[in-house]
């Protein structure tokens, strides 16, 4: 089965420090993995996705995610936390149509 | 523009009434998908959909109905006979496609409220 696990429900950085959103996979193989943002009452947004070659992948908004097979992690980053990150993010794997499974979220409180 | 829309925003249902919650897509997807979500629980399935006049339940379908007469449309039934159906109501698309590249594209949610 596949699951996806987000460490830490509740991540909380101050304005201008790193920002490291956690998330493993469980699968033999590697599927697509993805990062999405969602605002309050708003749907969600996609952040940036892994398919093939490039294990660090560059999203919009100032974010990457790198993919490391060894660790079966795809963590989000961006270097310097801005007021408007505030959000919560969710990480996804595909293994294909009906085959979506999103991690249980991260909320990111940034801190002027 | 190309995109996924949802209405209303915000509803509000009395016990024991039905309630439909539209979604449309003019990206050409085949796949649909309806999703809820709660505090703290991620987004979990209600039903999704691969081509037109077909669709599936997921892990939350009781209590709600859908239909799929046309490819850009996915309306989500609420009934009365969902418990709980206070929360927010995400529509989502995607090609369809067998293989891991499907990607999932999200509308802007509907919140639901039960007085």
Known sequence: AQSVTQLGSHVSVSEGALVLLRCNYSSSVPPYLFWYVQYPNQGLQLLLKYTTGATLVKGINGFEAEFKKSETSFHLTKPSAHMSDAAEYFCAVSRGFNKFYFGSGTKLNVKP | ?115
Not at chain 2, 37 to 51: A, F, M
């Open chain 2, 1 to 115: 523009d190309g995109g996924i829309t949802q209405s209303p925003k915000y509803l509000f249902r009395k016990e024991g009434q039905n309630v439909t919650l539209s979604c449309e897509q003019n990206l050409n997807h085949d796949a649909m998908y309806w999703y809820r979500q709660d505090p703290g629980q991620g987004l979990r399935l209600i039903y999704y959909s691969q081509i037109v006049n077909d669709f599936q339940k997921g892990d939350i379908a009781e209590g709600y109905s859908v239909s799929r007469e046309k490819k850009e449309s996915f309306p989500l039934t609420v009934t009365s006979a969902q418990k709980n159906p206070t929360a927010f109501y995400l529509c989502a698309s995607s090609i369809g496609l067998a293989d891991s590249t499907d990607t999932q594209y999200f509308g802007p949610g509907t919140r639901l409220t039960v007085l």
